[in-house]
């Protein structure tokens, strides 16, 4: 009897923990669905229409072609600021402003200051300029501009980069380059400065190979002299390129063999006796700054909002260059990259309109000097305006309006988490009719092309939304008429799906292990 009393005493109890139980589970499927039926609302703003109309105005005459620097870029960078501001998104640039300035200023190397020499047992001997060596552009900064140190042998590595050399710090670094002056060539020249520049080596030496061609370093020799833009980098140090007779000579001095060296390659070894003295100074002939335009809508959860999910897209072509058949010397790049910088506005008004933001931070990044050489991606991740270890990730789009309309390309998907990552969302969204790739031209390195390389290179896990070369590829006929609208408006969708997954993902996305060590090699 207690226990039947104690029982029934109990049941209502019951029913009421079972109700309220059920009425929480049918309370928070709705707040669910009601999520959902946000983020898919928000999803849909992103129209051809809308993706038209931006384009119109970003690949306009008026922007002149958005050259770095140029007041059409300038123009640009002020239109997207106005939008970013107009849905309410904070300014994450300098001084509390959309706008990310660093300096891009003509230059020109002063030949009559360019030496370099190598001191043995109190002799010097000097190499000629033109004909020995030729110099890249070097800092206007003296004490990187000038110097002296052993010379520290390094070659170059079964895999085609170079390793990380200790001995090289304050030194001069001496790397093997053969091969003829094309891509592959000179992001191999732009992987070993960045090594010796991480080793706090003082110059780099780059022995050339018997198959360089003549005439491409008599143009270069002549070009370095030639004013021309550069970035300023106050880590830059100058690479001085010798044919290979001078740099046997060189090595000689210190009983080295150049041939049995670059034969057989072996660990990093100093060069005996031999003190190497340098000087190639530039000087500014005109200032100029560039602009990249960042903003940031803040993460919903209290701790995960300090992590950020960079989008970005370059804003900048190739300014006014040679008229077409049609007299047309404006460049306006509709596609590269008007229609990626459409794209990432679209995508921030997208996310500007749901009641609650995705947990992480998004941090939208239009970049400028793309096409002189990803220059406004790397000062961002050299000098961040959030803190670069609490990004987690980097969604990039660049000419993704052309070509076939049932696919994109996504480049990087093998590397880390993010590629299941989009095939999934693709999958789940067969409404956009895109098939996403992998990258059917690895012969062409667009891994190295676009502006999430300088993310990657710092193991932030990144994707590359891109649909592909076509004819009017930096000509003047890359113009709003040409291009599939429909289509840009679908790859803005994935893109903005993509990035609702990654940011509101409490996981942040993880590399692979083949992925992370490919990525190492590529990017050193």
């Not at 003509?106 to 033109?130: C, I, P, Q």
């Not at 992590?307 to 047309?328: C, W």
């Not at 941090?363 to 000062?379: A, Q, T």
């Not at 993310?455 to 040409?482: C, M, N, T, W």
Request: glycine share 8%.
């Amino acid at each position: 009897m207690r226990s039947s009393h104690w029982f029934r005493g109990l049941a209502p109890l019951v029913v009421v923990f079972v109700w309220t139980s059920s009425a929480c589970a049918r309370q928070s499927a709705q707040v669910k669905e009601e999520a959902s039926r946000a983020v898919e609302e928000a999803a849909s703003t992103i129209t051809s229409e809308d993706m038209r109309a931006r384009i119109a105005t970003i690949a306009d005459d008026s922007m002149g072609g958005r050259d770095t620097p140029s007041p059409g870029l300038d123009k640009t960078a002020q239109w997207i600021a106005d939008q970013y501001a107009a849905f309410g998104l904070a300014p994450a640039g300098d001084d509390g402003t959309f706008f990310q300035r660093y300096a891009f200023p003509l230059r020109a190397l002063d030949t009559a200051g360019v030496h370099f020499g190598s001191v043995v047992d109190g002799e010097n001997v000097m190499l000629t300029y033109g004909e020995d060596y030729f110099v890249a552009a070097a800092t206007p900064f003296e004490d990187r501009a000038m110097g002296h140190g052993s010379l520290v042998w390094v070659g170059r590595s079964a895999d085609g980069s170079w390793p990380a050399v200790e001995s090289a710090r304050g030194q001069v670094m001496v790397v093997s380059l053969p091969g003829a002056y094309d891509r592959d060539w000179r992001i191999a020249a732009a992987q070993a400065r960045r090594t010796a520049q991480d080793a706090g080596a003082r110059a780099l030496l780059v022995v050339l190979g018997a198959d360089f061609p003549e005439i491409a370093f008599e143009r270069l020799s002549e070009l370095a002299a030639e004013p021309s833009r550069s970035l300023v980098d106050p880590e830059e140090i100058p690479v001085y390129y010798l044919r290979p007779a001078a740099a046997a000579a060189l090595l000689a001095r210190g009983g080295l063999d150049l041939a049995a060296l670059v034969a057989a390659p072996g660990d990093p070894q100093v060069v005996p006796g031999v003190e190497a003295h340098f000087s190639a100074d530039a000087v500014i002939v005109e200032e100029a700054t560039a602009p990249n335009v960042v903003a940031v809508l803040r993460g919903s959860d209290p701790e995960l909002a300090d992590t950020y999910v960079v989008f970005s897209a370059h804003m900048d072509h190739v300014g006014v260059g040679s008229p077409n058949a049609a007299g047309d010397s404006i460049y306006n790049g509709a596609d590269d990259d008007a229609s990626g910088t459409a794209a990432l506005v679209e995508m921030a008004e997208a996310f500007s309109v749901l009641d609650e933001a995705p947990r992480r931070s998004l941090v939208f990044l239009n970049v400028s000097g793309e096409e002189k050489g990803l220059l406004g991606s790397r000062w961002f991740t050299e000098h961040p305006t959030v803190p670069v270890d609490r990004i987690v990730a980097n969604v990039n789009m660049d000419m993704i309006a052309r070509n076939a309309p049932d696919s994109v390309v996504v480049i990087g998907q093998e590397y880390s988490s993010l590629g299941p990552l989009v095939q999934s969302v693709a999958a789940d969204h067969p409404d956009l009719g895109l098939t996403v790739s992998e990258d059917p031209w690895p012969e062409e390195r667009f891994f190295f092309r676009s502006d999430h390389f300088n993310f990657a290179r710092l193991e932030i896990p990144a994707l590359f939304f891109f649909a592909g070369v076509h004819e009017d590829y930096h000509q003047p006929s890359d113009e709003l008429g040409k291009l599939d609208l429909d289509k840009a408006a679908r790859v803005a969708r994935l893109a903005f799906w993509t990035a609702y997954a990654i940011a509101d993902s409490p996981a942040a996305p993880t590399w692979t292990e083949q992925g992370i060590m490919e990525v190492r090699a590529l990017t050193r």
